[in-house]
């Protein structure tokens, strides 16, 4: 396995959450993600519905977990459902999880195989008329997905039952992490300095960015990442100004400035962290000035960054900061012109973990702090991004050893002038 995988007493901590918010008289049923077809007969690699995930530890396709809080035998009350391997199975993809291997992980004691699902939610329905899934909260998402499918097969089927979201359960659940989540954030945070440092190091005139994206790929496959947590974005000169930029495929410039987001996935736990390096190895002048009034105003808002805030609370700071920040650069007109409305969020299982910007802050959130400053006219984009642990007394910033001080990077980048 590439990763280390959370503990089943933290799946099943989670499990309980969710039976004591249905109670009783309901049941959950929760599905996986698809296998989802990229052109032809091509697969995109698998990724596991992150809210499945978090209730299970299980991280194959064709999976389906069943809560029945109320149930008297109390070895029925949580259920899993998986597909195991057959020959077309064992022959294209290889051994899928045993029973064993799924309790293991999951700590659930009845793992069943999929195909006995349809008989027993037959025997289910018939008894609780409370349904609750894994589908938004509308239950009529245009994107199909297990999730969306089984609501609408269910309003068919049963169409006097009450069929629920869980999500907004499960997204309150996830909010606060556990020691063992936040474990694995830090290394997905520490991957992702790996790779960013390596990729600085590349740097050189007339080098595409998409050859600096490699660098980041291999360095994080080479720490036994699942992955990319995102589309990373590795944008040069005027391309840092465009928020989302994700072609990645223009030359460095001599004198650009070369923007980062980008972020490591570890056991499918997410980082997210922006940084500005310069190609030359050196700011210029205007570079500097820029990004120290964009790292002041960070640095405000990560001071901030306690309970009782919110996202919102500490991003108003950060734009006064940045109102004051402007004028002394000499730009005019409104802030929105150089820092339009981008938000810092909550992370975890997924780079924007679902969550309430205007809710107070909690001791266990993981948050990121990532204002920018967008000079269009000048072809300077700056946006520095640091992932953060709420604590009693403030927060923690996980990706601190990330260098982000301008002499600091620029000390860093004199190495591979020298090499």
């Not at 039976?19 to 990724?47: H, K, L, Q, W």
């Not at 199975?89 to 992980?105: D, H, I, S």
């Not at 499918?149 to 869980?166: G, T």
Request: glycine share 6%.
């Amino acid at each position: 396995m590439r990763y280390e995988p959370l503990p089943p007493k933290f799946h099943a901590a989670a499990r309980s959450k969710l039976e004591e918010a249905i109670g009783p008289e309901a049941i959950a049923i929760i599905d996986t993600s698809d296998v989802i077809m990229r052109s032809a007969d091509a697969e995109y690699p698998f990724r596991p519905d992150s809210n499945f995930y978090y209730l299970t530890g299980i991280a194959e396709p064709e999976a389906v977990l069943v809560l029945v809080p109320g149930h008297s035998n109390p070895e029925a009350r949580q259920l899993l459902f998986v597909s195991g391997t057959n020959d077309f199975v064992g022959t294209w993809e290889g051994e899928r999880l045993t029973p064993r291997q799924a309790e293991k992980l999951s700590g659930i004691k009845t793992v069943m195989p999929l195909s006995d699902l349809p008989r027993l939610l037959n025997r289910l329905l018939e008894r609780y008329h409370t349904v609750y899934l894994n589908a938004d909260e509308s239950l009529d998402s245009h994107q199909s997905s297990p999730a969306t499918r089984r609501a609408r097969e269910l309003r068919r089927r049963a169409p006097l039952h009450q069929l629920r979201s869980a999500l907004p359960q499960l997204n309150h659940h996830r909010q606060i992490k556990d020691p063992a989540e936040i474990e694995q954030i830090r290394r997905a945070v520490a991957t992702t300095k790996a790779g960013l440092e390596r990729a600085w190091l590349a740097m050189s005139p007339g080098l595409p960015e998409y050859a600096l994206e490699a660098e980041l790929t291999a360095e994080y496959l080479r720490h036994g990442a699942t992955g990319h947590a995102f589309t990373p974005i590795v944008a040069a000169g005027r391309n840092a100004t465009i928020i989302h930029y994700m072609k990645n495929d223009a030359p460095l410039g001599d004198h650009d400035l070369v923007l980062f987001d980008t972020g490591a996935e570890m056991g499918w736990y997410a980082s997210d962290i922006s940084r500005v390096a310069p190609v030359s190895g050196r700011f210029t002048k205007r570079q500097r000035d820029t990004y120290e009034a964009l790292r002041r105003a960070q640095l405000a808002g990560i001071a901030r960054c306690k309970p009782g805030e919110s996202i919102v609370s500490v991003d108003n700071h950060m734009r006064e900061v940045l109102t004051e920040e402007i004028k002394k650069l000499g730009l005019k007109g409104p802030l929105f012109n150089y820092y339009p409305g981008h938000i810092s969020h909550q992370m975890g299982l997924d780079a924007h973990d679902n969550s309430d910007f205007r809710a107070p802050l909690e001791p266990g959130m993981v948050i990121t702090c990532e204002p920018g400053l967008y000079l269009k006219t000048e072809g300077i984009g700056v946006r520095l991004e640091d992932d953060l642990l709420i604590t009693t007394g403030g927060c923690e910033v996980i990706s601190r050893d990330i260098p982000s001080d301008p002499d600091q990077l620029e000390e860093l980048l004199s190495k591979s002038a020298k090499s």
